[in-house]
């Protein structure tokens, strides 16, 4: 198993990747990174300043992703996780946790206060394992990143971050 930056090359099955798993759980395809305009463009997406994409990659083929990037129409230092998803094949696994630290890492490095993430209502591992990292559960949303379909919002002091 490799985790490295996101390439070019793998625009398509990363791309791939994130929908299937959305489908997998029957989540909705408007109002969720299902119908963002850069799923398509990942690697490009992700050369903006302050931010990363990293893929994990086994046997020549791409099974998980995650990334932090600044968070959407917000004029706070905060970051968000996102697109982060996993083949079942990563699952259960502890790459989620490397990941999510990983990405956590690289957003001290970048100089973030905070990082924000949203979900859904039945990835429970998943919220689960935030929690398990330090994230609490907001009210309401922060910023406006599109996802009107994720009803689930979590934030993380990044100071509190080890």
Request: proline share 4%; charged share 25%; with cysteine.
């Amino acid at each position: 198993m490799k985790i490295r930056p996101i390439a070019i090359a793998d625009n398509a099955s990363v791309a791939a990747l994130i929908r299937g798993v959305l489908e997998e759980h029957d989540v909705p395809k408007v109002g969720t990174a299902y119908a963002d305009p850069q799923l398509d463009y990942m690697c490009q997406a992700y050369e903006q300043s302050r931010s990363v994409y990293y893929v994990v990659e086994e046997e020549g083929r791409i099974i998980g992703g995650a990334g932090i990037s600044p968070l959407e129409n917000s004029d706070a230092n905060i970051c968000e996780l996102q697109k982060m998803y996993f083949l079942e094949v990563a699952r259960g696994r502890g790459i989620g946790e490397q990941m999510i630290r990983l990405c956590l890492q690289k957003a001290k490095e970048f100089g973030f206060d905070s990082c924000y993430l949203e979900t859904m209502t039945d990835m429970l591992a998943a919220q689960k394992l935030y929690k398990k990292i330090g994230f609490e559960y907001l009210c309401n949303p922060l910023g406006n990143t599109g996802h009107s379909s994720c009803p689930v919002w979590m934030l993380l002091d990044l100071n509190k971050f080890a």
